[in-house]
């Protein structure tokens, strides 16, 4: 399962690939992971710039210039793999080892290709992972949602030791898994 730090590392890479880009075409194969309904989804997709790239929890946000934010969760087994027109592609997420490289393969799920014709795929093996399409006030309310940033300034020490506190009966990894509190 990707984790946060990876999550973390996927942002990184697409902010230096992405911003900027206007999202020309939307290939949807598997129309169970667009939490959006899909003719709203390409209506309101295609032809949108990428303003910034960023993350909440294990949630990679897709911020679009007009309006409107693309969430992607990769959830157990899910992929984000960037691929320039020209070059290697970067890949974060659930390795899968088992299949050739080739790309879009078996477990691409949705295709975002932009104006210069780089590519972004989301695979997903087991098909738990998601995209979806939010607006602002909805964003807000999924942030309310979940705990501390643990890479943020106001995590420390004490607010570690709180969240702990507050789950006594759970194991340690269950308590740093639990989103609503970190």
Do not use: C
């Amino acid at each position: 399962m990707p984790e946060l730090p990876e999550v973390e590392t996927i942002v990184s890479g697409l902010k230096v690939k992405i911003i900027g880009k206007k999202i020309k075409q939307i290939e949807i194969r598997d129309d169970k992971v667009i939490a959006t309904p899909k003719d709203d989804f390409l209506k309101q997709v295609l032809g949108k710039i990428v303003k910034s790239v960023s993350r909440r929890a294990k949630i990679v946000v897709i911020e679009l210039a007009e309006e409107g934010f693309l969430l992607v969760h990769l959830k157990l087994t899910g992929q984000l793999i960037y691929q320039p027109h020209h070059g290697a592609i970067i890949a974060g997420g659930h390795p899968i080892t088992h299949i050739n490289k080739a790309l879009p393969n078996k477990f691409t799920r949705v295709i975002f290709i932009f104006n210069d014709q780089s590519k972004v795929y989301f695979n997903d093996v087991r098909r738990f992972g998601w995209v979806k399409l939010v607006e602002k006030g909805e964003l807000e309310k999924i942030y309310s949602e979940l705990g501390i940033e643990p890479l943020s300034s106001d995590f420390s020490l004490t607010k570690l030791q709180e969240i702990l506190t507050r789950q006594k009966n759970r194991t340690i990894k269950q308590a740093l898994m639990e989103q609503k509190y970190l």
